[in-house]
């Protein structure tokens, strides 16, 4: 999981809670779109730390052996 499927959780779960006018006896359609919507942020932010992270650690390779 990555940037792309954060923000596809995102669109998805905002179809689901904003533009999708069905009702369904079984499930609420609008918290499922808010959870997916959650999910979405959360995966996005995650991937950006750990993306920040794997940027940041230096070259292991000890430059004095060149």
Do not use: H, K
């Amino acid at each position: 999981m990555g940037i792309g499927s954060g923000i596809v959780l995102f669109v998805i779960g905002a179809v689901l809670a904003f533009a999708l006018n069905v009702t369904v006896d079984w499930i609420d359609l609008n918290m499922v779109g808010y959870l997916l919507m959650g999910a979405g942020a959360l995966i996005f932010l995650i991937s950006l730390v750990l993306y920040a992270r794997r940027r940041s650690v230096r070259d292991p390779i000890d430059p004095g052996l060149e």
